[in-house]
């Protein structure tokens, strides 16, 4: 009787286990049924407006072009309020001399004990030896530069959330994979019990079966938190969380190839945001070089000023002057030499890490073009070899039910079709992130194969 209850309070609690996982499970599917579909094309989206590394990149845009129109600035003119208030001990004066004579004949003052000043100062630079138009140049390629480092920031995020995505999307492959592994061993588990009830095979058999149970068990609790961790991966990539309210769309089961232009090496070298930023950098450090050369010409401005003088506030006694200023340094102990130096020497630098970019980005195009060949071809074979995995499994299982083939056989089989399995998925994702990657060593945009 003990033993008849303790079954009974067994299956009570068995029965409320499976109800309170069939209420979860239902939430979850219900939730799951209203809750958004996650796509490529929305992941990008997400990331274009949330990421934190675009909005740094517009920020520096903006940065630049403010820098352009200050510069652009110096070619207008500069106008100066000036209010002034002064006050001395004794009233400055000097003698008054009989033009005649040269007697002095009185004291006149030079000033007023409290002075009150007010005027207006326009200054107009005519000619800097060229410096300001080469600084207007220089900043002109600044500004094309951080542009050009916008558009390679944007491709950088947008090819961290391709691979993410697809990352996220294998992971997910590999959990079905894995609990289709599980579902196989359970239902042979079935079997092997079925038949050692019946006494056709030993215990051992039923243990060894077991022990396969739990070890997709095991895969399939592995492969759900990878699947958690490319969820955190793709949420960093995109900047924005992800889940909830997303749910990720169907995997792709096979790859499917885009179209590439040809000449890909040659468009990379063309159009490469990165490296037209650096050329941009080169010809701005080579417009410095001339801003700086220009220091060492005659700087030629229009100066003119309206003054109101008076010992009271506001003061009505006015003036005005109008001053040409020519400016040439003769000397300054090597100070715009140095200067031109400096960026000429920044504009060969520019040029040498151009040629090795040059270098690195023919690599980079040729692996991810080798690397996306080889992954098309795996899919091929990868395909093939699921097929054959296939057939030795039901065949190896219908010959353990029929007892003229072993238990180790179905393990065996049920362990390569797995295999099979799991390269297939591996195969299809790495062509896409082959493609990925051939996209963004290229510079070619996500969906169009078009330069930014």
Same mark, same amino acid.
């Given at each position: 009787?003990?033993?008849?209850?303790?079954?009974?309070?067994?299956?009570?609690?068995?029965?409320?286990?499976?109800?309170?996982?069939?209420?979860?499970?239902?939430?979850?599917?219900?939730?799951?049924?209203?809750?958004?579909?996650?796509?490529?094309?929305?992941?990008?989206?997400?990331?274009?407006?949330?990421?934190?590394?675009?909005?740094?990149?517009?920020?520096?845009?903006?940065?630049?072009?403010?820098? %352009?129109?200050?510069?652009?600035?110096?070619?207008?003119?500069?106008?100066?309020?000036?209010?002034?208030?002064?006050?001395?001990?004794?009233?400055?004066?000097?003698?008054?001399?009989?033009?005649?004579?040269?007697?002095?004949?009185?004291?006149?003052?030079?000033?007023?004990?409290?002075?009150?000043?007010?005027?207006?100062?326009?200054?107009?630079?005519?000619?800097?030896?060229?410096?300001?138009?080469?600084?207007?140049?220089?900043?002109?390629?600044?500004?094309?530069?951080?542009?050009?480092?916008?558009?390679?920031?944007?491709?950088?995020?947008?090819?961290?959330?391709?691979?993410?995505?697809?990352? %996220?999307?294998?992971?997910?492959?590999?959990?079905?994979?894995?609990?289709?592994?599980?579902?196989?061993?359970?239902?042979?588990?079935?079997?092997?019990?079925?038949?050692?009830?019946?006494?056709?095979?030993?215990?051992?058999?039923?243990?060894?079966?077991?022990?396969?149970?739990?070890?997709?068990?095991?895969?399939?609790?592995?492969?759900?938190?990878?699947?958690?961790?490319?969820?955190?991966?793709?949420?960093?990539?995109?900047?924005?969380?992800?889940?909830?309210?997303?749910?990720?769309?169907?995997?792709?089961?096979?790859?499917?190839?885009?179209?590439?232009?040809?000449?890909?090496?040659?468009?990379?070298?063309?159009?490469?945001?990165? %490296?037209?930023?650096?050329?941009?950098?080169?010809?701005?450090?080579?417009?410095?070089?001339?801003?700086?050369?220009?220091?060492?010409?005659?700087?030629?401005?229009?100066?003119?000023?309206?003054?109101?003088?008076?010992?009271?506030?506001?003061?009505?006694?006015?003036?005005?002057?109008?001053?040409?200023?020519?400016?040439?340094?003769?000397?300054?102990?090597?100070?715009?030499?140095?200067?031109?130096?400096?960026?000429?020497?920044?504009?060969?630098?520019?040029?040498?890490?151009?040629?090795?970019?040059?270098?690195?980005?023919?690599?980079?195009?040729?692996?991810?073009?080798?690397?996306?060949?080889?992954?098309?071809?795996?899919?091929?074979?990868?395909?093939?070899?699921? %097929?054959?995995?296939?057939?030795?499994?039901?065949?190896?299982?219908?010959?353990?039910?029929?007892?003229?083939?072993?238990?180790?056989?179905?393990?065996?089989?049920?362990?390569?079709?797995?295999?099979?399995?799991?390269?297939?998925?591996?195969?299809?994702?790495?062509?896409?992130?082959?493609?990925?990657?051939?996209?963004?060593?290229?510079?070619?945009?996500?969906?169009?194969?078009?330069?930014?």
């Amino acid at each position: 009787m003990p033993g008849k209850g303790c079954e009974n309070v067994k299956r009570v609690f068995m029965v409320s286990l499976c109800c309170a996982y069939l209420f979860v499970w239902g939430r979850t599917v219900a939730f799951a049924a209203d809750a958004p579909v996650l796509t490529l094309e929305k992941a990008m989206t997400i990331a274009k407006e949330q990421h934190p590394l675009l909005s740094a990149a517009r920020e520096k845009v903006l940065r630049v072009e403010a820098k %352009l129109r200050e510069v652009e600035a110096g070619f207008g003119p500069k106008v100066d309020a000036v209010l002034s208030y002064s006050q001395v001990k004794d009233i400055p004066t000097t003698k008054a001399l009989d033009p005649g004579t040269g007697v002095p004949i009185g004291i006149v003052p030079l000033g007023y004990e409290k002075t009150y000043a007010a005027g207006l100062r326009l200054t107009q630079l005519l000619y800097t030896g060229g410096s300001l138009r080469a600084n207007r140049k220089a900043a002109e390629f600044e500004v094309d530069s951080a542009r050009a480092e916008e558009v390679r920031t944007f491709q950088s995020v947008e090819n961290s959330v391709r691979k993410n995505f697809f990352n %996220l999307q294998r992971a997910v492959s590999k959990l079905k994979v894995a609990e289709e592994a599980l579902l196989l061993a359970q239902e042979h588990l079935r079997q092997v019990e079925a038949l050692y009830n019946n006494g056709v095979v030993a215990k051992n058999e039923v243990l060894r079966v077991q022990v396969a149970v739990s070890s997709a068990q095991l895969d399939r609790i592995s492969a759900l938190n990878t699947v958690d961790v490319m969820w955190k991966a793709l949420e960093r990539a995109t900047g924005a969380q992800l889940r909830p309210p997303y749910e990720l769309e169907e995997p792709e089961s096979d790859y499917v190839a885009s179209p590439l232009p040809e000449n890909l090496e040659q468009l990379a070298l063309a159009s490469r945001a990165d %490296l037209l930023a650096m050329a941009h950098l080169r010809n701005a450090a080579l417009a410095y070089a001339d801003a700086a050369a220009g220091q060492a010409r005659p700087q030629v401005s229009l100066q003119g000023e309206v003054t109101r003088t008076g010992d009271s506030f506001f003061p009505e006694d006015d003036d005005w002057k109008v001053m040409l200023v020519a400016q040439w340094r003769l000397y300054d102990s090597g100070e715009v030499g140095s200067r031109v130096e400096q960026a000429r020497a920044s504009s060969r630098e520019l040029l040498h890490n151009m040629t090795d970019m040059e270098r690195q980005v023919s690599l980079e195009v040729s692996t991810a073009q080798l690397n996306l060949a080889s992954a098309q071809v795996r899919i091929q074979v990868a395909q093939d070899q699921l %097929l054959s995995a296939e057939e030795d499994y039901r065949m190896a299982l219908k010959r353990y039910t029929a007892q003229v083939g072993t238990n180790i056989d179905v393990l065996d089989s049920r362990l390569a079709l797995n295999s099979a399995r799991t390269a297939l998925v591996d195969a299809v994702y790495d062509a896409y992130s082959g493609y990925a990657d051939l996209l963004f060593a290229v510079g070619l945009d996500a969906f169009e194969g078009k330069t930014k």
